[in-house]
T-cell receptor, first 113, second 112 residues
Framework: GENVEQHPSTLSVQEGDSAVIKCTYSDSASNYFPWYKQELGKGPQLIIDIRSNVGEKKDQRIAVTLNKTAKHFSLHITETQPEDSAVYFCAASRNNAGNMLTFGGGTRLMVKP | AAGVIQSPRHLIKEKRETATLKCYPIPRHDTVYWYQQGPGQDPQFLISFYEKMQSDKGSIPDRFSAQQFSDYHSELNMSSLELGDSALYFC???????????FGPGTRLTVL
């Protein structure tokens, strides 16, 4: 089955700096890679996703890059703000009916004012 | 925009009791997923349904069962509860064609 590894497990940055979180996956058949933000006591919130036919996707301060050959993908957050503080999860899936998401272990991001 | 609804939000049960968790997907979404998240852990996939049929199965204990109804809502039934079942249980929904999963707020189950 799929195995997703995520690094770092914790990340502390100053407000305004950039944050980068990296994930690797094992199943070459995976072709859908979402990122979720989870605040304490809440459900994971989808922030951006990328499909395997695209190498990069950007949405305002958030961008995701995908390298299918190397089987890794990354989340980039620019101009971080204190409200970006949360746990971020990457995930991988085959884009088929009802297919499960396999999550990375999560990264706790702390943005210091 | 309407989101995934889960009920109850909190549930306290004794060991060996049963529990039923409910999930109401985003309107027009046809696929539901159940995940279990232990403290400090990532969500672990349990089971999914599309059009009332099971579509994928993960690490769901035999003590648990689930189904999807004609109105697309889903229920997760948990029997012979154990202390280790204490966790957050999330439901997610998607449109089959996209597989973009949107998560609900979760049910926090505590087994005493």
């Amino acid at each position: 089955g799929e195995n997703v590894e995520q690094h770092p497990s914790t990340l502390s940055v100053q407000e305004g700096d950039s944050a980068v979180i990296k994930c690797t996956y094992s199943d070459s058949a995976s072709n859908y890679f979402p990122w979720y933000k989870q605040e304490l006591g809440k459900g994971p919130q989808l922030i951006i996703d990328i499909r395997s036919n695209v190498g990069e996707k950007k949405d305002q301060r958030i961008a995701v890059t995908l390298n299918k050959t190397a089987k890794h993908f990354s989340l980039h957050i620019t101009e971080t703000q204190p409200e970006d503080s949360a746990v971020y999860f990457c995930a991988a899936s085959r884009n088929n009916a009802g297919n499960m998401l396999t999550f990375g272990g999560g990264t706790r991001l702390m943005v210091k004012p | 925009a309407a989101g995934v609804i889960q009920s109850p939000r909190h549930l306290i049960k004794e060991k060996r009791e049963t529990a039923t968790l409910k999930c109401y997907p985003i309107p027009r979404h046809d696929t539901v997923y159940w995940y279990q998240q232990g403290p400090g852990q990532d969500p672990q996939f349990l089971i999914s349904f599309y059009e009332k049929m099971q579509s994928d199965k993960g690490s769901i204990p035999d003590r648990f069962s689930a189904q999807q109804f004609s109105d697309y809502h889903s229920e997760l039934n948990m029997s012979s509860l154990e202390l280790g079942d204490s966790a957050l249980y999330f439901c997610a929904s998607s449109l089959l064609a996209r597989n973009t999963q949107y998560f609900g707020p979760g049910t926090r189950l505590t087994v005493l």
